[in-house]
């Protein structure tokens, strides 16, 4: 039987978690993966008698005891969302039931998380992490949620409009998502908005896009142009070779913003999203679960060995 001291709940195609466990295993430390996607290929069972969770995987067992359970890296979603895909009855069961699962892995409440599912759940709702970050002194765009508009719409001025969640599609075998886009008010007026809630912000203009990888108390920020020029726009929707990341250093008052943005979220990581403008930094959206692997490679930030000193000195917030 394997004692786990570390928990890795992810997913089998994953970078960012490779790389976790790829500096584990450099430094000796003994850790337990389990992907979502192959969670019926195991066998698992928590004893609430022994307040711990048993796990076959081919021949092999490894036990996760709350005693010694010392850190979660969390890589999952904590709530399901509908693609238009038509599942089958037993894969809505799989997907259903084990969400569940992980959702109740609350249970090892005494182990470090990053990030704890209910912080990741609470702050991902958009509206709550723009209101937060107002509060902790961060600068945010003029925006609005709903389905209706402002009655100040100005028919020549830009807007930027942004789904209020992840919006996902399933088309002719194709997953697909939406991305920020740039609309006139004309055009808004024109839309038929009132079927589905909308964030709707006003257009930064002439903006360098700023990602702040945050782990712990360490922040990465880093600069993102295209050929060295500003980008107008969603920046993702760019070909990749034409991008350009510069480390940067952030003014102390931003800096401390940030940090005092994710206590009140209770986050331990987060892909933070900034854009300046004339020396302005304006708050976007922190992301709980975003994307960082690619960073180590783009710009060679040890993002994977910040989070691994992080989970083995158990230093950060241990939940929510």
């Given at each position: 039987m394997n004692d786990v001291a570390f928990l890795i709940l992810s997913n089998t195609y994953d970078f960012s978690t490779d790389l976790i466990c790829c500096e584990l295993e450099q430094r000796g430390e003994k850790y337990l993966r389990l992907n979502r996607d192959r969670f019926s290929d195991h066998r698992l069972l928590f004893s609430l008698e022994d307040d711990d969770l048993l796990v076959e995987i081919g021949t092999q067992q490894y036990r996760v005891s709350s005693k010694l359970l010392r850190s979660i890296y969390f890589r999952a979603p904590v709530f399901l969302r509908g693609t238009g895909k038509p599942y089958s009855p037993e894969e809505q069961l799989f997907r259903n039931q084990w969400s569940s699962f992980i959702r109740n892995l609350t249970v090892f409440n005494d182990a470090t998380w990053i990030n704890h599912p209910v912080a990741t759940y609470r702050a991902e709702n958009k509206l709550y992490q723009l209101k937060v970050a107002r509060e902790v002194g961060l600068m945010v765009p003029v925006t609005f949620v709903g389905n209706s508009l402002p009655n100040n719409i100005d028919c020549d001025k830009e807007y930027i409009v942004k789904s209020l969640d992840a919006a996902l599609?399933?088309?002719?075998?194709?997953?697909?998502?939406?991305?920020?886009?740039?609309?006139?008010?004309?055009?808004?007026?024109?839309?038929?908005?009132?079927?589905?809630?909308?964030?709707?912000?006003?257009?930064?203009?002439?903006?360098?896009?700023?990602?702040?990888?945050?782990?712990?108390?360490?922040?990465?920020?880093?600069?993102?142009?295209?050929?060295?020029?500003?980008?107008?726009?969603?920046?993702?929707?760019?070909?990749?070779?034409?991008?350009?990341?510069?480390?940067?250093?952030?003014?102390?008052?931003?800096?401390?913003?940030?940090?005092?943005?994710?206590?009140?979220?209770?986050?331990?990581?987060?892909?933070?999203?900034?854009?300046?403008?004339?020396?302005?930094?304006?708050?976007?959206?922190?992301?709980?679960?975003?994307?960082?692997?690619?960073?180590?490679?783009?710009?060679?930030?040890?993002?994977?060995?910040?989070?691994?000193?992080?989970?083995?000195?158990?230093?950060?917030?241990a939940h929510a």
């Open positions: 599609f399933y088309d002719q075998g194709q997953e697909m998502f939406t991305y920020s886009s740039i609309i006139t008010g004309k055009e808004l007026i024109q839309s038929e908005i009132q079927y589905a809630p909308i964030i709707l912000q006003e257009c930064l203009r002439n903006k360098t896009d700023v990602r702040v990888t945050v782990v712990g108390d360490t922040l990465y920020a880093t600069s993102i142009t295209r050929n060295g020029e500003n980008i107008e726009g969603d920046w993702r929707k760019h070909e990749k070779e034409f991008l350009v990341y510069s480390s940067i250093i952030l003014p102390n008052d931003v800096q401390d913003g940030i940090m005092k943005l994710m206590k009140v979220l209770d986050l331990n990581f987060g892909g933070v999203d900034l854009a300046i403008v004339d020396g302005s930094y304006y708050f976007i959206e922190v992301n709980p679960t975003g994307e960082w692997g690619w960073l180590t490679q783009v710009a060679s930030l040890p993002i994977d060995k910040q989070i691994v000193n992080c989970m083995i000195r158990c230093e950060v917030g």
